[in-house]
C-alpha cells in the first residue's frame, strides 16, 4: 500500500502542523490544499514537511478536495487518506483505517466516530443518525457515520470518478458514486474528538441539503 494524505484547511494555522507531523510516520506522501487561508496555514503545513497546493481565494472544501486530487493521483499512490486539518481526526488513528483496508479489501474506509451522546449537542447527534441511516438506504450498504470526513479511499476507485461538488456536499458525492460503481464500503471505529472549537455543520439545514443531494447523485446524475 502506498498511501497519499490529502488534507483540505482553511485558516488551520493551530492544527495544520501537529496533523501532518502526526501522519508523517504513517503514510507516504501528505499534500495540503490551502484553501485560500490568511493565517498562514499552507507555510506551516510546508514547515512541517508537506507537499502545499495553495488556492489564493477561498473555494470551498470540496473544490479544494478535488483540486488536490487532481495532483495526489497524478503520482504513484494505492490509496489516498482524507482528513481535516483542525484535529476534529487524531492522526494516529490512521493505521485503524489502513488496517480495515487490508484486510477487507474494500476500496472506501469510512471513520465511524465513537459518540458520547451526553457530551454533544442533540441536533448535531440525531442530525448524524438521521443523515446516516437516509445516506446507508441509498448505496445500499449500512454505514455508520456517513459524514465523517475521515476515510481512506483506493486509488482505483477515484481514478476518473466525476466528482462536481463545492462545499461539504462533496464527502456525500463521494461515498454514493464510488458506491454506484460497485465500489465495496467499509467502517472503522474512530475518537470522536471534542477539542471545544465549533462545528462548521449546521446540523438540520446540512442534513435536509445531503439527503436531498443524495438523491441527485444516486438516480439523476450521470456517471
Not at 23 to 48: F, Q, Y
Not at 201 to 215: G, Q, S
Amino acid at each position: 500500500m502506498i498511501i497519499h494524505a490529502l488534507i483540505p484547511a482553511y485558516n488551520e494555522a493551530d492544527a495544520i502542523a501537529e496533523v501532518v507531523t502526526g501522519l508523517t510516520p504513517i503514510v507516504h506522501a501528505i499534500t495540503v490544499v490551502d484553501d485560500g487561508s490568511t493565517d498562514g496555514t499552507g507555510e506551516l503545513a510546508r514547515a512541517a514537511g508537506a507537499q502545499v497546493i495553495r488556492q489564493p481565494a477561498k473555494s470551498g472544501k470540496g473544490h479544494a478536495i478535488r483540486k488536490g486530487l487532481a495532483a495526489v493521483l497524478a503520482g504513484p499512490c494505492t490509496h489516498v487518506l482524507l482528513i481535516d486539518g483542525d484535529l476534529q481526526h487524531r492522526p494516529d488513528e490512521a493505521p485503524r483505517l489502513i488496517e480495515t483496508a487490508r484486510a477487507t479489501g474494500a476500496d472506501l474506509v469510512i471513520g465511524e466516530r465513537q459518540f458520547n451522546r451526553a457530551a454533544m449537542p442533540a441536533s448535531r447527534y440525531h442530525a448524524n443518525r438521521i443523515g446516516s441511516r437516509a445516506l446507508s438506504a441509498f448505496v445500499g450498504v449500512p454505514v455508520g457515520d456517513t459524514q465523517c470526513g475521515f476515510r481512506l479511499f483506493a486509488a482505483r476507485a477515484l481514478r476518473g470518478l466525476p466528482l462536481t461538488a463545492r462545499g461539504y456536499e462533496i464527502e456525500t458525492e463521494m461515498l454514493v458514486k464510488v458506491r454506484r460503481r460497485g465500489g465495496k464500503i467499509a467502517s472503522a471505529p474512530i475518537s470522536a474528538v471534542y477539542n471545544g472549537r465549533p462545528s462548521k455543520l449546521r446540523p438540520i439545514r446540512d442534513t435536509t441539503k445531503t439527503c436531498f443531494l443524495a438523491v441527485y447523485y444516486r438516480y439523476l446524475e450521470r456517471l
